[in-house]
């Protein structure tokens, strides 16, 4: 198979399958937050800080001490941030810095947490398309058994691809 006919074979077979793999994953993987830690004014009362918890997307409340709460942030973004900074309910923060108002440790993004999974499975699934073309060309026939196995564990081995990959981004910081 010439070179030009090889890339127009795998091509199309990398891209859906990595597609496919990189869609899939968006759709399950989890959410991804940071940790910060508000310092809430005296005068706050719960009411008013369940409101603000809503209003700045501060979930997972967990009392730390005093008028301090530790949240997972769900948008991380420098205006949200500033705004939840520079509320007058707000008396101090942690994990956040106040000059750029970006979280400390920002989490990676999606592209980077899902893009190796879908370029893996996308290589890997149109290799075994190669493999099997070529083996369906050259009349090669093979034990039921081992095509048996092959067509067993192929998947298998995606498949364990793409969930190493959730499991890793679950457990991320």
Do not use: C
């Not at 496919?20 to 009411?47: F, H, I, Y």
């Not at 979280?103 to 290799?127: N, S, W």
């Not at 009349?139 to 564990?153: D, E, F, G, K, S």
């Amino acid at each position: 198979m010439r070179s030009k006919e090889l890339i127009k074979f795998l091509l199309p077979r990398f891209l859906l399958l990595g597609g496919v793999t990189a869609v899939g994953l968006s759709l399950v993987m989890p959410e991804q937050m940071v940790a910060v830690n508000v310092r809430w004014s005296a005068e706050v009362t719960d009411a008013q800080r369940a409101d603000l918890e809503r209003r700045f997307s501060l979930n997972d409340p967990q009392f730390r001490e005093g008028t301090t709460w530790q949240y997972s942030l769900r948008d991380f973004s420098p205006e949200h941030i500033r705004a939840l900074v520079q509320d007058e309910h707000v008396g101090d923060t942690h994990h956040i810095d106040r000059t750029t108002f970006l979280p400390d440790e920002p989490p990676p993004g999606r592209i980077r947490r899902i893009g190796p999974a879908a370029l893996l499975v996308g290589g890997i699934g149109a290799l075994l398309l190669l493999a099997a073309r070529a083996l369906a060309r050259k009349n090669v026939y093979l034990p039921q058994r081992t095509v048996a196995a092959i067509v067993a564990v192929a998947p298998i081995l995606l498949l364990m691809a793409a969930i190493i990959t959730i499991v890793l981004a679950a457990f991320e910081k």
